[in-house]
């Protein structure tokens, strides 16, 4: 099969890495990829927005095959694009442009939600029309208070705020300022709940899904989850506190009632289901929906599913997956991640990697590198992550933490401390 993966950071190399396992996969091509993926396929220099090249990339190579890694193109409409411009037959991992709002619009997604009756944080949505009523009810709300521009804003939409004032001042930056632009001319306002957070995640056909391994991150730059915001600086997998009686919990409040609004509401959806999940006592809510795997968590889910990932994307694609059952390598996967020196604020890019092939019992995947004169450089914030296995969590993240201190950058940081609350 010729398989045609959107995509250019760790997640699309673990995607590609698991894929090129397949029996299945005779053809692999990335765009834009990086030079982690460069290894298990050929990458192609197009953006994940060109929609064109991607179409005239899908006839040129006879790609019978899509994957959409990142958010963006799912939002904008690649999948419809592609079935409107190549083929109505044409087998894609993503839900179409509607169905991608439940990612693309915090109103949409928290509508959703209600209908449906799926646990969340209680919300009211404003925008510059009813920008005084916004005011009025933020002097009036309970501490902490959570502010969400409404549309894509590169993980940096979500602000939680301390006291009123500073929650006016952030609510009249978004919708009177456009310090988001376009993503924070709405804006949702949800009341703080606070638990412990972890990711689900579901593969569905529209109809059937299987259950995937969970796994929980870690955003915040520093250590004890302290600093700013980050795309992800580690994740574990399985989650120890995620036990069966919770995830029952998980599939028939949240997952089960997910899946049949998809249908309810007529949605188009093939491909992942990502759930932002706080445990609040012993009672899961949704936090946010992602219509993709996350990056790192994909680092961590790939390694842990024994299923070959071709076949299991197949099955979604031509709606078989009731036939389906994930099967789960028990052991616990961690990854850190190393990233630029400054990151997540300003950061210098094109740093020598060293001793990429140094990592002991540890896969190394790529996510913002680039091949330049033979050599692989950084090329971003976060430049790459080290996974390992183990039946114990310890000795998992052991693996990882020594194989990132063996690979050198200048600027290098990572966190020592990813898994702690469970050691």
Known sequence: MNILLLGSGGRE??????????????????????????????????????FEAAAKCCVDEKIELVIVGPEEPLVKGIVDYLHDNVSKDLHIIGPSKEAAQLEGSKAFAKAFMQRHNIPTAAYKEFTA???????????????????KADGLAAGKGVLICQNNIEAIA??????????????????????????????????????????????????????????????????????????????????SKIVEPTVQGLQKDALDYKGFVFIGLMKVGDEPY???????????????????????????????????????TIDKDPRFATTIVAVSGGYPDEYTKGFAIKNLNSAGEAMIFQMGTKETDGKVVTNGGRVLCATALDADLDNAINKSRDAIEEIEFEGKYFRRDIGFEFL
């Open 13 to 50: 190399h673990a995607l590609a890495h698991k894929l090129s396992q397949s029996k299945h996969c005779s053809k692999l091509l990335i765009a834009p990829g990086n030079a982690g993926t460069a290894q298990c396929g050929m990458n192609k220099p197009f953006a994940v927005t060109d």
């Open 286 to 324: 949704v936090i946010e929906y992602n219509c993709r795997m996350g990056d790192p968590e994909t680092e961590v889910v790939m390694p842990r599913i024994k299923n070959d990932l071709v076949e299991l994307l197949e099955a979604t694609a031509k709606g078989n997956l009731s036939s389906v």
């Open 170 to 251: 952030e609510f009249d930056l978004m919708i009177q300022r456009s310090k988001f632009g376009e993503a924070g001319k709405r804006v949702v306002v949800e009341e703080f709940l606070d638990g412990i957070e972890l990711s689900v995640f579901v593969l569905t056909d529209g109809e059937a899904y299987v259950l995937l391994p969970e796994a929980k991150d870690y955003k915040r730059v520093g250590e004890g989850d302290t600093g700013l915001n980050t795309g992800g600086m580690g994740a574990i997998s399985p989650v120890p506190f995620a036990d069966e009686t919770f995830m029952q919990k998980v599939v």
């Open 129 to 147: 029309e009813n920008f005084e009523d916004g005011v009025s009810y933020l002097k009036k709300h309970s501490l902490p208070i959570v502010i």
